[in-house]
C-alpha cells in the first residue's frame, strides 16, 4: 500500500503565508505526477498545483504568482508555498501522487487525507 501524509495547514491572516509539505511512503517504485488539490465548501475539488518527476511544474491560474509547487524525489515528497493568501484560499487541501509500483506496473493515483488551511482577519 502507499500513504500520503500531509502537513502545514493552519489558520492565517490574509497576506499570510503557509507551507503545505506531503511525504510519500509505503510500496513505491517511482512517482510521476505530484500535486496538490483543494476543496472548498460547497465546491469541487479543483487542482491547484502539480509538478512532474522532472521538475516541471503547472499552475491554477488562481495562484499563479503567489504559490510554489517542489518535489525532492529521494524523499518522495512534495511541497506548496503559499504567499499572499486571501479568504479565497480557504479549503481542504490534499495532495496526490501518480505511483507506480514496479518497473512495468502502471501509475496508481492516491490521496492524502486533507489538511485544513483558513485565511481569515
Known amino acids: 500500500q502507499v500513504q500520503l501524509v500531509e502537513s502545514g495547514g493552519g489558520l492565517v491572516q490574509p497576506g499570510g503565508s503557509l507551507r503545505l509539505s506531503c511525504a510519500a511512503s509505503?510500496?513505491?517504485?517511482?512517482?510521476?505526477?505530484m500535486g496538490w488539490y483543494r476543496q472548498a465548501p460547497g465546491k469541487e475539488r479543483e487542482l491547484v498545483a502539480a509538478?512532474?518527476?522532472?521538475?516541471?511544474?503547472n499552475y491554477a491560474e488562481s495562484v499563479k504568482g503567489r504559490f510554489t509547487i517542489s518535489r525532492d524525489n529521494a524523499k518522495n515528497t512534495v511541497n506548496l508555498q503559499m504567499n499572499s493568501l486571501s479568504p479565497e484560499d480557504t479549503a481542504v487541501y490534499y495532495c496526490?501522487?501518480?505511483?507506480?509500483?514496479?518497473?512495468?506496473?502502471?501509475?496508481?493515483?492516491?490521496w492524502g487525507q486533507g489538511t485544513q488551511v483558513t485565511v481569515s482577519a
Open positions: 496526490n501522487a501518480a505511483v507506480s509500483r514496479g518497473l512495468f506496473a502502471g501509475s496508481q493515483h492516491y
Open positions: 509505503g510500496s513505491i517504485f517511482s512517482i510521476n505526477i
Open positions: 509538478i512532474t518527476r522532472g521538475g516541471s511544474p
